[in-house]
């Protein structure tokens, strides 16, 4: 079966106020725009366009609730989504649409933030639980016991990111650079930069906590001077570049200055340099696993996670931020720039797999042949469970084991994993969410 389905975007306050209605071809509200989110999340859920079709639901979280088998198919429907399953003596939820699709837009910086293990999840939802925080309130970690990975596929010419902890090597060769603009300036402050360094001889465990925990209204004021410091030096850096000074590490001070204008005195302008910065390119993805920390910067994309809401934050954001929580669930492997690389399963028919159960993103991109002007041959796709399409740009004909529908573009279409293999007829382009293989 295929359902027509639909949503409003957030609203944000870091979304763009054009990019989705642009791609989408819609008319903006006029306001923020950041996420469109289709699925059966509890926060957003898609809604039903012909309630008709389904028994009269009016969006995919009350079918899924009413008609586990026929929404998600019978595999989907018994599989076992659990808060540690019986054997921990914990309660099963029911049945759910394992991923979440979203097209995200970032007009300005998002927080800073990693998300937990599937363990830490069940474990931290069980005690704010037991805590008696209530689900919704701002001071809550976890509101639900599942994991949280995701991917980000770039639609935009650029996606702007800070994702994954640098190699120590580069942080200290950004140390150097910023001693180097220190000196260059009427009073040099190098003790400043000292304290940093200190810190990072210890760990980046180390320095991570020093650089919240005294930046969030520590006593000794070390974080607030050097956050300052940082500032200047960034801005000292901009000065001598319009001069035609050569700079190292150009994008991070840039990063370091818009930041600043963001989250004028966060420890998280600072925390930003230890961190990769990544630049995507339109049509790379990049994959963050449990643990990753980062945050969008600027960008359209599509993103794909694990239906879950559990965010632990660090910084750049008015939001409820949890010291502990956060050191504990950070991955502090230094690690190289994430991309995830597709398997191209034919020309224009590309699937990133991160490896997990909840999800995978196909991404077909079909354009008529220059000379006849006629479509390029079809693609197939075998569904492996309950599935979510949205087409982009163009229009294709969707046609699976029982029915077919025509997907134009802003349009988006759930299908349930009985249509089996679906043949995409047409040119432009479409993304498909469903389970991992």
Sequence with gaps: MFVGIANTPRNYAWGSTHAIADLLGRTSSGGPEAELWLGAHAGSPSV???PALVGGFSNLAEWIAAAP????GVDWASREADAGGPAAGRK??????PFLLKILAAGRPLSLQAHPTTE???AGFELENEAGIP?????RNYRDPFHKPELIFALSDTFEALCGFRPLAEVRGIIAELRLLDLATEQPQAAVLDLLDNHLARGLSDTVDWLLRDGRGGDSGEVEWLVERVVALADHAAFLAEGGASIGYARELATVRTLAAEYPGDPGIVLALLLNRISLKRGEAKYLPAGNIHAYLSGLGVELMAASDNVVRGGLTPKHVDIDELLAVLDFTPQHEPYLVPVVLAPGVSVYQPGVTEFELVHIEADADAASATPVPMRQ?????????ICTAGGFLVAGAGSSRPLKRGQAVYVTPDEGTLT?????E???????A
């Excluded at 088998?69 to 998600?72: I, K, N, S």
């Excluded at 099963?92 to 649409?97: D, E, F, G, I, S």
């Excluded at 689900?135 to 001071?139: K, L, P, R, T």
């Design 120 to 122: 830490q999840a069940r």
């Design 92 to 97: 099963t939820v029911a049945p759910r649409l």
């Design 424 to 428: 995409f007829a047409g040119t432009g």
């Design 430 to 436: 479409v993304f498909l969410a469903m389970p991992g």
């Design 381 to 389: 796709i075998t569904l492996t469970g309950p599935a979510i399409a």
């Design 48 to 50: 039903i366009e012909d």
């Design 135 to 139: 689900v919704d309130a701002g001071n």
């Design 69 to 72: 088998e026929a929404a998600l």
